[in-house]
């Protein structure tokens, strides 16, 4: 049975929505998942998740493999690249995240508001060893990353009350109003042990309000030669990615 719920735009088909939540948890695995994996995962009946899946395999979103798990197929890579290009980030956003992480010697990331959190759109690495991985398509806690927190404090009304609404949880009262004061959020070891980022917005773009953030690890972490280039970085997104 088809399931319809109303939305903004109009009626929302259930059913849809619960296979693409599947694939944003294929996304989120770190290697392919089997249908007792999903059940537990979501909390839904084993039956269930694999009618949803068959739904997925049949439209190309997921491939099953010999020992009866699944994962994405490379659908998700043509679309993503499509996402890109649409939004012409690889030939204009890269270049400066090279140029931040070559000021900084430091990994930059440009994240975006995605559900609950912070996406990370697009990142570059130096050659210096960095604990965490950060890689395009982490997703970020809006409450304890600097760039999570930087969107909360510095991004639209309309993109905040969007993210309460997917279930975010917001930053305490106490660091949005240091953020605010400052101009940039900063967390140092609260996300990851050993790990401290600094991260400033750029709005209004393509793709709304984005985050630049440079991380690095806490015990050659400098804050003050890092705000310069961020605020250099985040005027030329602002300016090379212009909102409509």
Known sequence: MVVEAEGAGGRILSSATRCLELVDWFAGAEGPLSIGDL???????????????????????????????????????????????????????????????AATGETSTLSAFQGEGALVIQEVRTDKPLRLQVRVGTALPLDLSAAGQALATFATRDELAH??????????????????????????????????????????????????????????????SYLEPLREACTRISALLPGR
Do not use: C
């Not at 998740?49 to 997921?62: D, E, K, M, N, P």
């Not at 996402?83 to 140029?99: I, M, N, T, W, Y």
């Not at 990851?192 to 793709?207: D, F, K, N, Q, R």
């Open 39 to 101: 059940a537990e995962l979501t909390g839904d009946r084993k039956g269930t998740i694999h009618q949803r899946v068959q739904t997925l395999l049949a439209s190309g979103w997921v491939e099953q493999l010999p020992d009866a798990r699944y994962r994405l197929t490379l659908r998700s890579v043509v679309i993503g690249a499509a996402v890109l290009e649409q939004a012409d980030l690889g030939s204009r956003a890269v270049p400066v995240l090279k140029e931040l992480s």
């Open 163 to 224: 993210a309460q609404g997917q279930g975010a949880k917001l930053p305490q009262a106490e660091r949005i109003s240091q953020a605010r004061a400052r101009g940039y959020a900063l967390q140092e070891d609260g996300f990851i042990e050993g790990i401290s980022s600094v991260a400033m917005v750029a709005t209004p773009t393509l793709l709304g309000s984005v985050a630049l953030a440079v991380t690095a690890p806490s015990t050659r972490f400098d804050l003050e």
